[in-house]
């Protein structure tokens, strides 16, 4: 089993920025790629970024490319999303998912273990 906790949402005004970190705890016996995924109210959860066990192929949603860096840590089990440039749209509930049986995909089914969510307000 392997759980995610995700941290370091909050309220932040357009224009700023914030980063979100997720800690992966368990037993994980291979590498594994990483993503983040976000739902907005009355919206359907899309795909943001995902990063391989390297850190060296990342892939980003259009929405958000120039704007949010993906990166890892796998001495701490870590990855992160900073998040710059923000705007009111980026407004959502920001998830990460762990891939443990392939590479880098922007398939939410292709991810089998999710955290819980941190939520992520920009007023305008």
């Known amino acids: 089993q392997v759980q995610l906790v995700e941290s370091g949402g909050g309220l932040v005004q357009a224009g700023g920025s914030l980063r979100l970190s997720c800690t992966a705890s368990?037993?994980?016996?291979?590498?594994?790629?990483m993503g983040w995924f976000r739902q907005a109210p009355g919206k359907e959860r899309e795909f943001v970024t995902t990063v391989s066990w390297s850190g060296t192929s990342t892939y980003y949603a259009d929405s958000v490319k120039g704007r949010f860096t993906v990166s890892r840590d796998n001495a701490k089990n870590t990855m992160y999303l900073q998040m710059n440039s923000l705007k009111p749209e980026d407004t959502a509930v920001y998830y990460c998912?762990?891939?443990?049986?392939?590479?880098?995909?922007?398939?939410?089914?292709?991810?089998?273990?999710w955290g819980q969510g941190t939520k992520v307000t920009v007023s305008s």
């Open positions: 368990g037993s994980i016996f291979r590498p594994y790629a």
């Open positions: 998912a762990a891939n443990t049986f392939g590479p880098v995909t922007m398939k939410a089914a292709d991810y089998d273990y």
